[in-house]
């Protein structure tokens, strides 16, 4: 019900509880009481349209009020996902990251000089644990690339070193590409007896000159 049409019914029951007493007892309202009466049901009506704005006010705020703390609740709440969203992405970066730093670390602890016996191209078995170690690095981390260098020992022509370099570096190459690695990520370059490690003239020293190097671009 409207606040205007409370007024007027208000106004109405009294006039008429007026008039009605009026004609209980027999006797005839004169103009002062008319007006009197009629100044009642006025101030009872304005009072009544007081009372009831006052009331729709505080309705209204109340009502604001719950819209403003719902509103934040769920302010609150987003931000509460969003903060755990982020803590939830930073936790499995740094998870990745601290991943990606053992497996290189442990890459880089592997044996990264492959010998070979006399005049050999062939891989031995001592070696096989450690380029299957650098096989797992490299096919769990595509953009890893790898260097294989070939070298020889002094005995023989350069042409031929070179070559016996290069068939040393192709078959560490051909281990890691059985083992899983991409070919794309390896090069293989020989320098036959070009840098030798050693500059003995005996056999220790050939040993450590007959090799493959195992160098990595990006780490």
Known sequence: MQVGNLSKIIATSILVAFIAACSSTGETADATASTQAAQMA???AALAETQALEEAQVQAQ???QAEAQAEAQAEAQAQAASDAAQKAANDAATADAAQQQQAQDAA???AHVIYFDFDQSTI?????MALNGHAAYLSQNPSARVVLEGHADERGTREYNIALGERRGNAVSRYLVVQGVSVDAIEVVSFGEE???NAGQDSASWSENRRVEIRYINY
């Not at 031995?124 to 096989?128: G, T, V």
């Open 42 to 44: 006025a101030e009872a």
């Open 62 to 64: 109340v009502q604001a």
């Open 108 to 110: 880089q602890a592997l």
């Open 124 to 128: 031995k078995a001592e070696f096989r």
């Open 195 to 197: 840098r030798p490690v």
